[in-house]
């Protein structure tokens, strides 16, 4: 009977450590581009950067068409929850847009926040169209 404990608890000791394994992802200023594969064409041929030093980011399109935004950080207590697996999520780094709506490549994005991709080297725009949550998923280059 002990030796069952004891492999139950050998058992169970490590899955609470890996269902407890939160990780952080930060966002790093610089120039995006979509990421090809995870992003609707309305952005296609667009550029982002970010300055995080400034708190701002500006978005081209593809006709040349620019627009810079604030970014207001965060706590990280209020960081999005994203990148789900079995056992984890990430806390990306989250940065409020003081535009409100942010309209770009033909969209008007409500409460959008700009975060940290669960790639490392991705950036997510994120707000809501007609409700819905939309992400613009943003590769560094």
């Not at 966002?27 to 030093?53: C, D, F, H, M, V």
Request: net charge neutral.
């Amino acid at each position: 009977m002990r030796r069952g404990r004891i492999a139950l608890i050998l058992l169970i000791v490590p899955l609470v450590f890996i269902a407890c394994d939160n990780k952080l992802s930060l966002l790093q200023g610089g120039a995006y581009i979509p990421a090809a594969s995870r992003t609707g064409a309305e952005i296609e041929n667009s550029q982002l950067k970010i300055s995080l030093w400034n708190l701002t980011a500006s978005y081209k399109s593809g006709s040349g068409a620019a627009t810079t935004f604030q970014l207001m950080p965060l706590d990280h207590s209020n960081w999005r929850i994203e990148c789900p697996t079995h056992y984890s999520a990430t806390a990306v780094e989250t940065f409020d847009i003081a535009s409100d709506p942010l309209v770009i490549g033909g969209l008007s994005l409500s409460t959008p926040q700009l975060a940290a991709g669960c790639i490392d080297k991705e950036a997510m725009i994120i707000g809501k169209v007609n409700g819905e949550e939309r992400k613009l998923i943003f590769a560094r280059y």
